[in-house]
């Protein structure tokens, strides 16, 4: 009976080790201090109405930059233990983490990272900039919108439900690779975890790259044609076209794993004519696109960035656009060098490196495009251009050591080593989240109507990259000495310890550069008199998003803009068309979404339904996906999901009568 | 262009997007398919188990239920409500019945012995063929649910709308199934 309740889930699960007891007591205290907090400002209403039930893509993307801020947080204190563990742990001294402990928290720092940190952030960039760049009220369905948003928190939240409830965290490495994932080796629940958290927060992916896909191609300004769209909205539209087309691929191999697991069938199993092979070929046949789908929505930003600070046009838009294009294409054949050593032969390995060198023309093309764009123009060195340059030296440096990788017979040598764990950190953090940085910077006054402090913005870089540098050198230098990643424990005669204590300085040093970012935003809060954006236009910017004020009311734009040329609002300043002037009587009425908590029902649904499944509790398995359907049928009944904003109430709020 | 027709479009597209997706998974199931239907561990093959005859039958059904469901599309752009229902409602009844057969030979072959868990093989076969018949019974449902909303309020553009696309996501699964009965079920019994 109590089997049927309960299902696998026993009081031995509950948290038992110091790290996970530290965790519980941070989430609970933490839940519990802001509840507190919620209910003393009489908060509830407002949290509900004005935020979580929003279908603002303006909020939404605010909700997925808090929330991937907190899983950065979370992530980086997983380094650091990998990092100390590694400094420690040589000769006879075994350090503090046990080896099976060790497992999970490398398996959680990088599915986090990937998944709720970077996916996060650009999630939350795309949802807040590009409907304002190419001049649209709104996204294509902004219920979907929702929807991604909270299978995403769902995924989030049961990633980490582990800490609550117990059990074990996956300890497979970040993809689980089977047969080490399947329930042979991995009896606990860890891996079933992994593959619900990902599942559901997988599917909350795709549906938003449909939605950004439709929104881009169907919703945009008059006169934009594609060839007049921002580089950050090409880019985007770049990465949602690779999400959609792999992330069904992910969300296959992870049933087929559930599979085997739950059902006990055999698709990667070493037995009953299963085939492990194929786990890997289709895991990385979504896996290294994933890495683009990372990486491309940063090249946009840097695109915008470079043009605006160095105040000229984007030196030859076409190229950039059409190299844009080019990485989301090769990206899909090259999935392959990331299992070189799996034995399919010198032609196969010899196609899929040849395509790898073939990434570094468009994104060599790229480069120079920023370079030579910053050539001649007049440069304002402030905190998103200095990232651009921290990225320019490290991506170029990683991405050379991707070259060298890209050779199979070099790749043999360094295969599953240091080595490569410094080069996609390389490309992880100086590629993509520097992007994220320079973006978040950039369009901070445009998420919140002040900019961020300069200085501190400037001494947090210097410690990123420098501490970047310090951290991930010696990792390059121990990966050519032959250390293997994911090592729990090395002997002393390697003589290996020096580099990895250089290399815990380093994140030290990185982690006081994410203080001071901390620091900044604080004293940006408080300072925010001295910083305030009144134009809507602080950095003398090129695109339509500068248009609008800030922070943006939440129909966007009253009028839409007419768009003439590439730099739209740039064009609009220089011209003679003027802003304001008798715009009075041409105020339209607006149709907008209504706010919908439906999106969190479902998520809510599907995250215990993902629950019942880990711990095989069956009947509540059945309940929940059954009120998920529920939930859609009764969605599909309500006709009515849109209310119409009238003209005069459009005027009121543009002169700022009331306040939008 | 008006509002309406703009909806319709932009909903179009968004969902011929999702059909996309839908049709990598399906590739990637194939994929496995094709990889692993050699692997039979000793157990039965394709060659064995499946009834060439059966698996037509199914095909009839299933392409005949496009067509009605296509008759019915363009009823319902003609605004004849009885028609329109007739034609699902024969849809209906096709998909069902074509789900029924599919049910029965899968208890069929589990009662058997030949389980999904026998052989990798048979893990592969059941997935995919079940990927299929999970999506013709999330069709039916679908089918349902807008044979309510036609009754409350007849044909309504939000209601033609909606039907449009079930149509699309019914001829979809038709496709999927034409390669369904020739990679699995031909190839299977040939070579």
């Known amino acids: 009976m109590m089997n049927f309740i309960f299902g696998k889930l026993t009081l031995d699960a509950l948290p038992h080790a110091w790290f996970t007891i530290g965790g519980t007591a941070t989430i609970t205290l933490g839940g519990i201090a802001t509840a507190l907090l919620l209910t003393k400002y009489k908060k509830w209403k407002w949290l509900w109405e004005k935020w979580l039930t929003s279908t ?187 999400v959609v087309s792999v992330f069904p691929i992910l969300a296959v191999t992870i049933a087929l794993l559930n599979l085997d697991r739950f059902f006990g069938m055999h698709f990667f199993t070493s037995t009953a004519g299963g085939n492990p092979m194929m786990y890997t070929n289709l895991i990385w046949t979504w896996g290294h696109p994933e890495v683009y789908i990372l990486i491309l929505p940063g090249f946009g930003i840097f695109s915008e960035v470079v043009s605006t600070f160095s105040q000229k046009k984007l030196f030859s838009y076409s190229s950039q656009v059409a190299a844009a294009i080019g990485v989301t294409l090769l990206s899909m054949v090259v999935w392959m060098h990331h299992f070189f050593t799996m034995g399919a032969g010198a032609d196969v390995n010899a196609f899929f490196g040849i395509m790898t060198m073939f990434i570094a023309v468009p994104t060599g093309v790229l480069v120079f495009n920023w370079l030579a764009t910053m050539f001649r123009g007049k440069i304002v060195y402030s905190t998103p251009i200095l990232w651009f340059l921290g990225f320019v030296a490290t991506f170029t440096f990683g991405g050379m050591a991707g070259v060298l990788m890209s050779v199979p017979p070099a790749d043999f040598q360094v295969h599953n080593s240091l080595f490569l764990v410094a080069h996609f950190h390389t490309m992880i953090i100086g590629g993509a989240l520097f992007g994220i940085f320079a973006g978040l910077t950039y369009w901070f006054p445009k998420f919140t109507g002040f900019k961020l402090d300069e200085k501190l913005g400037i001494y947090s870089f210097w410690f990123w990259l420098i501490g970047f540098f310090v951290s991930f050198i010696p990792l390059y230098i121990l990966g050519f000495m032959g250390a293997t990643r994911r090592l729990d424990h090395y002997s002393s005669s390697t003589g290996w310890q020096p580099l990895f204590i250089t290399s815990l300085i380093g994140f030290c040093i990185i982690a006081i550069g994410a203080g001071i970012q901390v620091l900044q935003v604080i004293v940006s809060i408080k300072n925010r008199k001295q910083n305030l954006d009144t134009t809507g236009d602080p950095w003398n910017g090129r695109t339509l998003e500068w248009a609008t004020k800030s922070p943006p009311s939440f129909y966007n734009f009253a009028i839409i803009p007419e768009v003439k040329d590439r730099d739209a609002f740039w064009d609009i300043k220089q011209g003679s068309r003027v802003k304001d002037q008798g715009l009075m009587e041409k105020y339209e009425d607006i149709e907008m979404p209504k706010n919908t908590a439906m999106g969190i029902y479902v998520a809510g649904f599907l995250f215990v339904f993902g629950f019942a499944m880990v711990w095989h509790i069956i009947w509540l398995a059945i309940i929940t996906l059954i009120g998920t359907i529920v939930c859609f049928i009764i969605r599909a009944f309500d006709d009515e999901s849109e209310y119409v904003l009238p003209a005069s109430e459009v005027a009121k709020i543009e002169e700022g009568r009331i306040h939008g | 262009m008006d509002k309406h027709e703009f909806n319709n479009e932009k909903t179009q597209f968004g969902f011929w997007v999702y059909l996309m997706t839908d049709l990598l998974m399906f590739a990637a199931l194939f994929a496995t398919f094709a990889v692993l239907r050699k692997n039979t561990f000793g157990g039965p093959s394709g060659r064995d188990l499946f009834n060439l005859q059966f698996a037509l039958t199914e095909t009839l059904i299933l392409l005949t239920s496009s067509f009605t469901c296509g008759l019915g599309i363009i009823f319902a752009q003609k605004k004849k409500v009885k028609q329109t229902v007739i034609f699902f409602g024969i849809t209906f009844l096709l998909g069902i019945s074509f789900l029924g057969m599919e049910i029965y030979e899968f208890s069929h072959l589990i009662t058997d012995g030949n389980s999904p868990q026998r052989s990798a093989f048979l893990s592969s076969f059941f997935t995919l063929v079940g990927t299929h018949g999970l999506h013709i019974t999330s069709g039916l449902l679908w089918m349902i649910i807008l044979f309510i909303q036609i009754f409350r309020k007849g044909l309504t553009d939000s209601n033609l709308r909606k039907l449009t696309l079930l149509s699309i996501f019914w001829h979809f699964l038709d496709i999927v199934w034409i390669f369904i009965f020739t990679i699995v079920y031909l190839m299977g019994a040939v070579l």
Request: with cysteine.
């Open chain 1, 56 to 242: 603002d893509p303006k909020k939404i993307g605010i909700m997925y930059i808090i929330v991937a801020s907190l899983m950065l947080f979370r992530g980086a204190l997983d380094a650091l233990m990998i990092w100390t563990q590694q400094a420690m742990s040589t000769g006879s001294s075994h350090g503090y983490l046990s080896p099976a402990h060790f497992q999970q928290i490398f398996t959680a720092h990088g599915d986090i990272m990937v998944f709720f940190v970077t996916m996060g952030f650009l999630f939350g960039l795309i949802n807040f900039i590009v409907p304002l760049q190419i001049g649209a009220r709104d996204l294509a369905f902004p219920f979907l919108n929702t929807l991604g948003f909270w299978l995403y928190v769902a995924g989030v939240v049961l990633i980490n439900m582990f800490f609550v409830f117990g059990g074990d965290f996956a300890a497979a490495g970040w993809l689980s690779i089977a047969p080490l994932s399947e329930l042979q080796f991995s009896p606990g629940i860890g891996v079933d975890y992994w593959i619900w958290s990902l599942q559901i927060s997988g599917i909350g992916s795709l549906i938003g790259g449909i939605n950004f896909i439709a929104t881009i191609i169907k919703m945009r300004a008059p006169g934009m044609s594609l060839f007049k769209m921002p580089l950050f909205t090409w880019t985007s539209l770049c990465s949602m076209v690779l």
